[in-house]
């Protein structure tokens, strides 16, 4: 039995914002790529590094997820095939590019770091205070402020492919 195997998983930090477009029949991709890291001592013990950036496309409505999650300098889990295309440069040449075919990801870097941090220095120390009038409202029904914001940013998880 013959076995073939095309799968790519890098984990590494988003060098570029995805970049969306729509092809002519309607369809959203997503391109960006992800830098990784790889550290190593040479024989004379000297720190080496060496950085691999790797092209990443995502189609359809990962597109669009990705467009809106993912920002230049997140970390990410990427996961999907190898593709190489070739086509002719203006110059007459031909041209190679292999890129990772996203079918899964990742988030690696956490919501609050990508969002500007509260001023944590005039919080209260100790245990959180009992709920107040304001929460009591809100089961009620009512909103709190701030509830209008957090509607925006929410995402439906039944529209993520994975």
């Given at each position: ?34 830098a990784t890291n790889r550290r190593w001592k040479d024989q004379q013990g000297n720190q080496q590094e060496k950085v691999e950036f790797h092209e990443v496309v995502a189609w359809g409505k990962l597109a669009e997820i990705i467009q809106q ?94």
């Amino acid at each position: 039995m013959a076995w073939s195997l095309n799968r790519a998983q890098v984990i590494g930090n988003v060098t570029r914002d995805p970049e969306l477009r729509v092809t002519p029949n309607g369809q959203s991709v997503a391109s960006f790529a992800v830098a990784t890291n790889r550290r190593w001592k040479d024989q004379q013990g000297n720190q080496q590094e060496k950085v691999e950036f790797h092209e990443v496309v995502a189609w359809g409505k990962l597109a669009e997820i990705i467009q809106q999650i993912l920002h230049k300098g997140n970390r990410v889990y990427v996961e999907g095939r190898l593709q190489t295309r070739t086509w002719d440069a203006p110059d007459g040449g031909k041209r190679n590019r292999t890129e990772i075919v996203m079918e899964n990801f990742v988030p690696l870097t956490p919501k609050a770091s990508t969002e500007a941090l509260p001023d944590i220095s005039s919080m209260p120390e100790g245990p959180a205070e009992k709920p107040s009038k304001a929460k009591d409202k809100q089961e009620k029904g009512g909103k709190k402020p701030g509830d209008e914001k957090e509607a925006v940013d929410e995402i439906n998880l039944d529209d993520i492919p994975f």
